[in-house]
């Protein structure tokens, strides 16, 4: 049976989309672990992207079940981080793209990072971004027209 979740003050229906950010040693194969673990606890990898350092690397990853992901890092011991993202839905890719950085540029909200999304939820390409104000930034994108995808439209 589907929740009738309420609104958020973001104008996004249901909860927001939680990105992990995971701290990895610089060995071969860290990355590989941290997935092979999502993966035996029934998680799905929705977006990742990681930057690496000298002597580290963070990945930061959107998975389907976050609260599962909380509990799975801290019982097995995995440094981790959490924020919230907005994940935009682009129909059309090559336009819409400057529409979307424009639209954020004309309300001053800064982009701190962004990556593409694994999967294509709804059958379009969507983008994960970490903006400075993420509620200024929720309404300009619907009021130009941008489809914003919460936690529930990700998960399976």
Known sequence: MALDLPETTSGIHGPAVKQFSVFLPSKVGALLEIVK???????HVIALSVSETTDSAIARIVVSDPEQV???FRKNDVAFGVCSMLVVE????????????????MAEVNVHFSYPLLT??????A??????????ASSVLQGEGFRL????????
Do not use: F, I, N
């Not at 983008?127 to 104000?133: K, S």
């Open 37 to 43: 673990l999502l993966h035996t606890h029934g998680t």
């Open 70 to 72: 909380e509990e799975v």
């Open 90 to 105: 682009l129909r059309e890719v090559a336009t819409e793209l400057v529409k979307l950085l424009a639209a954020l540029l």
């Open 120 to 125: 294509r939820p709804r059958g379009y390409a």
């Open 127 to 136: 983008l994960a971004v970490h903006v400075d104000d993420a509620e200024c």
């Open 149 to 156: 995808l919460s936690q529930t439209d990700l998960s399976r």
